[in-house]
């Protein structure tokens, strides 16, 4: 497709603004620049959800789908134990991911009960490409109904403590990988104007937003997995080029994968003991040193800003953020311009020194 002579394509290029309706101002590595728009289709992913516990930011911890990502880029794991934890199908990706590079994966704590792993299980066979991948996955080191207490380290992570059921055991090992799935990027959607529901960005059956001309489509309209996301992009681009004759086929495919994102959703949910795993003490904002008992008894994502600068660090509340909201149900913060880190000169396109002031 990119060799198409009616296609451009502007690799490593940040969205910083929309500086007025239907232009957008971009930054690459060299230059910004800014972009016309009529139609505009919106695939901005999803970010993994990382909530607190004591001992979280040791050297050593890391999300689940950020140690995939880490591997994938080079970072050796040869012979390192490892714990894998937090919910959700992402785990055991990251288990194996782990083991091809050479990661002795000792534990995939998985928090959700024995029950609805049992019952997610149970339903595969409505996706048998699933149920192949989930035969090839699981192993003797999955382990429903347990979780990380705890991660105990000097300079670095030594151990954990691990609750499975109703009995606690620690565990020595290098890394640990905790995450509890994924959460919608909305910040760029948000900042254009489009309708938000429940964390995602709403759309109809032709997956348009709520403002005209702009479609979503994949992770940032819901977290349902790439099947889901791939036809919701083809369905996106045959209704925003006008072809929405050729869309019924797809729809259905549509359902199919959405019912998959439902069971993950519903079998996967964050249970209450998960959300109470963060002591006084805790670190809520590590960009700003912010503990938990700085924000907790604050009435939502503001105060808590005024109060402590939680969120006003180098992440801008995109982790912390995340976390507030799954803990103390916050509004996510309203996104300011500019969205990303832009220079000085890129934000002068707009005949401004910083958009809309900060």
């Known amino acids: 497709m990119l060799r198409q002579p009616n296609v451009t394509h502007l690799a490593a290029t940040r969205i910083v603004a929309e500086t007025q309706p239907g232009t957008l101002l971009l930054e690459d590595d060299e230059r910004g620049l800014l972009l016309d728009f009529r139609t505009l289709i919106l695939c901005c992913g999803a970010r993994e959800l990382l909530l607190p516990f004591p001992g979280w930011t040791l050297p050593g911890v890391t999300g689940a789908g950020g140690l995939q990502a880490l591997i994938k880029y080079g970072l050796d794991v040869h012979g390192q134990r490892t714990v894998i934890a937090g919910s959700g199908p992402l785990l055991l990706a990251s288990a194996a991911t782990a083991r091809q590079a050479g990661a002795r994966v000792s534990h995939v704590l998985e928090q959700a009960a024995w029950g609805d792993v049992a019952g997610f299980g149970a339903g595969l066979w409505r996706w048998p490409s699933k149920l192949a991948q989930a035969a090839k996955l699981v192993t003797a080191a999955y382990r429903p109904d347990a979780h990380v207490v705890e991660a105990f380290g ?108 439902d069971a993950v959703r519903e079998r996967f949910a964050i249970r209450e003991p998960i959300r109470r795993l963060a002591r006084a003490d805790t670190l809520l904002c590590r960009c700003e040193d912010v ?68």
């Open 154 to 261: 000097d300079k670095r992570l030594e151990r954990v403590r691990i609750r499975q059921g109703d009995r606690e055991f620690e565990v020595d090992c290098d890394r640990l990988a905790c995450g509890f799935g994924l959460v919608p990027n909305i910040v760029l959607p948000s900042h254009l104007g489009c309708r938000v529901d429940n964390g995602a960005v709403a759309v109809d059956a032709h997956q348009r937003t709520s403002r005209d001309g702009v479609f979503a489509a994949g992770e940032c309209t819901g977290v349902g997995g790439s099947e889901l996301a791939m036809v919701e992009g083809e369905i996106a681009g045959l209704a925003a080029t006008g072809q929405a004759a050729q869309l019924a086929a797809l729809v259905a495919r549509r359902t199919h994968w959405q019912a998959f994102a």
């Open 291 to 358: 503990r938990f008992d700085a924000v907790a008894q604050a009435p939502g994502w503001t105060a808590a800003k005024l109060q402590s600068r939680c969120g006003m660090g180098a992440c801008q509340g995109r982790v912390c953020g995340a976390a507030a909201q799954a803990l103390f149900g916050w509004t996510p913060p309203v996104p300011r311009t500019p969205l990303v880190p832009a220079r000085v000169g890129t934000l002068m396109l707009d005949g401004t020194a910083s958009c809309d002031g900060g």
